[in-house]
């Protein structure tokens, strides 16, 4: 369960470098601050799979990350199963699970070690860290590999390991930070099943993309965010009719203003 | 607070598993020490050996008016006289070619000048090119012997006899030194000076692989977020981090003494030959343990700074680039109390970096004042403190942690 309230993250301005090339100015920077998210509202409920859809820069990782407490917002606020992100930050640590498609591993950590590691920074030791690992490694095949090092393993074993990473502390809210850009086919399907596992669990999951088709295959709800704002927030259908376009792509551009945006 | 030691165990494990940093940290520590000193003390034997073995040639035209010259020069170590010389005009070409490397002229008219008792001038023949010739010096021993001789015979022709008396008139007055400064004393000036830079640099390279590791290689890997978002407090994660920089920079740093002392303890014999051995060996455990406790606070600032940079940069490479300017702050310091006239008093007491240097080499100089050591390793460690302070806040700024 998340319920995000006004979530709102000012950066300072970006200095623009002599000789750089000239961009058109986002109308999020204002003087020396840039706002790079605005009054966010929207909420996810467990056994859900939510999407935050935007283009680049749109504010998603921002977002996520201010959800994820990594970095603290400028105003507003988020509560995760009821705990406060700005209030109680180490307690929503514990309530969640972060995967993003640039998370990477410890190379000279076997897999193993990786996943014990983040089990023990989570508090989990012992049988029950034993027990619980033996679990994710039975469930995701990963016993053939389970002692080599993290730098030797393929693509799709690496996101084995970060996928066990992720749930190692059996998080209840569970976010994607764009968890298939880079991957290729085999490995994007990979993190797709376990998205929708998630879901099957009971997980709270929040999802960002850019890719229209993700979104088609996943997602129950969709919050599109432009430019740091909310455009929509409703289901795939819903999203259809608003806009009038049975495309998702077509739909996506109406409904931030046309064409010009993109 | 278990969680640190969970972050150290992992670090140490990883550091120890990164062939780079064991070569810095360990390996090189480790041999540079013994490598130096083998390197200088087989030459300095090699030098000795060869200045007893070596026997210069000489040659002498018109020898048989001084036969008492001539003799002297056969009984002198390290000269060899070359026959077959008639006339100065062939030395030359004979010194050119190597066939000798002295050539000494006697005056025809010697005998006249030895009757009157007038100043014998000896024309010597040699190659001034040479900078390293020790023929003058050597040559100049056998002349002393024989104007030892015709003195004594001249002073006694006048009637002063008795070898007081005629050292009277020579020299009427001589100095005699009484230096006070023990052979430690002397040699660990020198080499005081240059151990703690030795340390200082080998903290800094112990330091600097596992650090950029840690930090901005967690970025680089992506494994950074990943971390910031597991339930540990930041602090704890610095103090996780900075014990492992600590460890090694401090581990190449010792080894770099230890294996000094255990090769010395080896070689205990023959480096007793020489004054900068007799150093070394003076030198108690307790010194050794007073040094390295001295650099801990300094390692402990060279950590946090190290750890600060590296958190920072957003690669390897980045932080590769702010590191190596950065390593001039510690040596250029340390380097100071290397140079001739920089004394541990109050005011260089006050200045960080050089104040441990100066403390390290006073304690190899055995004359270390034990107040301001103690000051030293006081306000270094409030620096430390300091330094590791400002490390949590750093991690604590998200402009530093996401820079991208």
Redesign the interface.
């Given at each position: 369960m998340l319920e995000v309230k006004g979530l709102c993250k000012t950066f300072?301005a970006p200095k623009t470098k002599k000789g750089a090339p000239i961009k058109e100015k986002d109308p999020r920077e204002q003087g020396k601050l840039f706002h790079a998210v605005q009054d966010l509202n929207f909420e996810s409920v467990a056994g859900e799979i939510l999407g935050l859809l935007g283009m680049n820069g749109a504010g998603k990782t921002t977002t996520l990350?201010m959800l994820?407490?990594?970095?603290?917002p400028s105003s507003g606020t988020a509560l995760l199963d009821g705990v406060d992100i700005t209030q109680n930050p180490?307690?929503v640590?514990?309530r969640?699970g972060?995967l993003?498609g640039?998370?990477?591993?410890?190379?000279?950590?076997t897999a193993s070690?990786m996943v014990a590691?983040?089990g023990?920074?989570?508090?989990i030791n012992g049988d029950v860290l034993d027990n619980r690992m033996n679990e994710l490694f039975a469930m995701l095949e990963m016993e053939s590999f389970r002692d080599k090092r993290c730098d030797a393993l393929s693509t799709g074993m690496k996101q084995k390991v970060s996928i066990a990473?992720t749930l190692i502390h059996d998080p209840q809210v569970i976010f994607f930070d764009e968890p298939t850009s880079g991957l290729d086919v085999l490995s994007s399907r990979t993190i797709v099943n376990f998205i929708k596992t998630c879901r099957e669990k009971g997980k709270t999951v929040i999802f960002s993309t850019h890719f229209m088709s993700e979104v088609r295959r996943l997602c129950d709800r969709v919050v599109l965010i432009h430019q740091g704002k909310v455009y929509f927030t409703g289901t795939v259908e819903e999203m259809k009719t608003q806009s009038g376009e049975e495309d998702l792509e077509e739909a996506f551009l109406k409904l931030v203003g046309g064409e010009d945006h993109a | 607070m278990h969680?640190i030691l969970?972050?150290y165990l992992?670090e140490m494990?990883?550091v120890l598993?990164?062939r780079k940093t064991l070569i810095f940290m360990i390996i090189l520590p480790t041999l540079i020490m013994p490598v130096l000193f083998q390197v200088m003390f087989s030459f300095m034997e090699k030098q000795e050996k060869k200045a007893q073995a070596e026997k210069i040639p000489i040659a002498l035209v018109r020898g048989e008016l001084t036969p008492e010259l001539v003799e002297l020069f056969k009984n002198q170590d390290g000269f060899e006289l070359v026959d077959g010389f008639t006339d100065e005009s062939e030395f030359k070409a004979a010194i050119k070619e190597d066939k000798i490397k002295l050539g000494l002229a006697i005056p025809a008219e010697t005998a006249e000048i030895l009757e009157y008792g007038s100043q014998l001038e000896v024309s010597v023949y040699y190659n001034n090119a040479s900078l390293t010739s020790k023929v003058i010096p050597r040559t100049q021993v056998v002349f002393d012997q024989y104007n030892e001789q015709l003195r004594k015979a001249r002073f006694t022709a006048l009637g002063v006899g008795g070898a007081s008396k005629q050292n009277g008139i020579m020299e009427p007055s001589i100095i005699k030194k009484i230096g006070i400064a023990d052979d430690r004393e002397r040699w660990g000036e020198g080499f005081g000076g240059l151990l703690p830079y030795l340390l200082i640099i080998f903290c800094f390279v112990g330091a600097l692989y596992p650090a950029i590791d840690i930090g901005a290689g967690e970025k680089?890997?992506?494994?950074l977020?990943?971390?910031?978002?597991?339930?540990?407090?930041r602090s704890y994660l610095v103090l996780g981090k900075f014990l492992v920089i600590f460890t090694t920079s401090m581990t190449a740093a010792l080894l770099t003494v230890t294996s000094m002392g255990v090769w010395i303890a080896i070689k205990a014999e023959t480096m007793l030959k020489f004054a900068l051995g007799e150093v070394l060996s003076a030198m108690s455990f307790v010194d050794y343990a007073l040094m390295a406790l001295t650099l801990v606070p300094l390692a402990m600032v060279i950590a946090c700074v190290m750890l600060s940079i590296s958190i920072y940069a957003k690669n390897f490479k980045e932080a590769q680039s702010y590191a190596a300017p950065l390593q001039f702050v510690f040596i250029i310091p340390a380097f100071l109390a290397f140079l001739p006239g920089v004394e541990l008093t109050w005011g260089w007491a006050m200045m960080p970096v050089t104040n441990t240097s100066l403390a390290i080499k006073e304690l190899v100089k055995g004359t270390i004042d034990y107040r301001m050591l103690a000051v030293i390793f006081g306000s270094t460690l409030v620096f430390a403190m300091a330094a590791l302070g400002f490390c949590v806040k750093w991690f604590h700024r998200?402009?530093v942690?996401?820079r991208d």
């Open positions: 300072p990350r994820a407490t990594a970095i603290k180490i307690e640590r514990k969640i972060f993003s640039s998370t990477g591993l410890y190379g000279r950590l070690e590691y983040y023990k920074l989570n508090g990473r | 969680s969970t972050i992992k494990k990883e598993r990164d680089e890997r992506g494994t977020e990943t971390l910031l978002l597991t339930p540990v407090p998200e402009d942690l996401f």
